[in-house]
């Protein structure tokens, strides 16, 4: 009789330990799966697909102040491309400068308007003037914000008989905005003004 139940504790414990240890060894593959899983999730969430076309491409989404600089100098130099790229269309004008002064606050609005009443524009259409710009460097402080930048470029005026090629040094700050479709880097240019603005060459054709 007491054998018996000593046989009966003994396969009691057996199987309590037996138990314990499933459970355990349960409890440490959910454990494990449920890491697996997180992990893979945030891997996925750090992944962006661009489409362009019909086709995607994978990149990887990266901590903001690794691209920050970056987008920084990348609004700056759409700004410049955007104002002072012209021809001698009214359309193509108003067209470029509409999509720089969203790009920049009253600053730059200040610096259009004086330019229209100088009759800058209209010299121009009238002279069949095309002008470009070369940006040659941005520099952009992004330690603190405002985001202060200057910025180095170079402006050819494209005349039938001359082409004039100028120095332009141009300074002011960023403020980090909402992104849209008119401001994709989602800054704005605010106390925007010329440093340098001189001609280097004049060649005749």
């Known amino acids: 009789m007491f054998r018996k139940m000593k046989n009966l504790e003994t396969a009691f414990q057996h199987v309590r330990g037996f138990t314990i240890v499933i459970v355990v060894c349960a409890f440490l593959t959910i454990a494990f799966m449920a890491w697996q899983n997180r992990k893979a999730s945030v891997a996925l969430q750090s992944k962006v697909y661009v489409l362009s076309g019909n086709t995607a491409w994978s990149a990887l989404a990266a901590d903001k102040g690794t691209y920050l600089p970056m987008e920084a100098r990348g609004h700056v130099r759409a700004f410049h491309d955007a104002f002072f790229t012209l021809d001698p269309d009214e359309q193509v004008i108003r067209r470029n400068l509409s999509k720089a002064l969203y790009l920049a606050d009253g600053s730059a609005k200040k ?11 209209s010299g121009i259409i009238a002279g069949n003037i095309s002008q470009r710009i070369d940006v040659d460097s941005v520099q952009v402080d992004t330690r603190v914000m405002p985001y202060h930048f200057r910025c180095y470029a170079t402006m050819h005026l494209i005349r039938s008989t001359s082409n004039v090629v100028q120095s332009l040094v141009t300074e002011g700050d960023l403020r980090e905005v909402s992104r849209s479709d008119n401001n994709l880097f989602g800054f704005l240019i605010e106390h925007w003004n010329t440093v340098e603005n001189k001609v280097l060459t004049v060649s005749n054709h």
Do not use: A
Not at 111 to 121: C, I, K, P, Q, R
């Open 111 to 121: 610096v259009y308007d004086s330019l229209s009443v100088s009759g800058y524009y």
